[in-house]
C-alpha cells in the first residue's frame, strides 16, 4: 500500500512505524509487555534507492532469527488512517444545590 508521504516513505507500512515511533517518543504509554516490546524493537529500517525510509522486511527479520512483529504491526497500524480530535466541549451544570436558607423560602 502506498503511503500518503510517499517522498518520505517507502510504503504505508513504514510510514506507520516511523509515526508510531514519534508518538512514542513523545511520550505516549504503553503496556509493559514483553512480547511488544521485543516486536516493537525488531525490524531495523533503511532507506530506499530514492531515500525513502524502508521498514525491513518479515523474511529477513525471519532470516535474522526473529519472529514476525504482529503486536508492532497491529499497534502501528493504528496511525494508517488520520483521525480527529473530538473537540472539547465545555462542562454542562447537570444540578445546583440549594442555597443554605433555601429550605425556609
Known sequence: ????????????????????????KAGAKIPDDPELAIDLSGPEYGFSNKNQIQLEK???MK????????????????????VAARPKREPQLI???????????
Open 1 to 24: 500500500m502506498r503511503a500518503e508521504d510517499s517522498n518520505a516513505y517507502y510504503n504505508k507500512r513504514a510510514e506507520c512505524w516511523m509515526l508510531m515511533r514519534d508518538w512514542l
Open 58 to 60: 518479515k523474511e529477513s
Open 63 to 82: 532470516d535474522r532469527g526473529l519472529a514476525s512483529p504482529d503486536l508492532g504491526d497491529a499497534l502501528a497500524m493504528t496511525f494508517a488512517v488520520k
Open 95 to 105: 444540578y445546583t444545590f440549594p442555597s443554605a436558607n433555601a429550605w425556609m423560602a
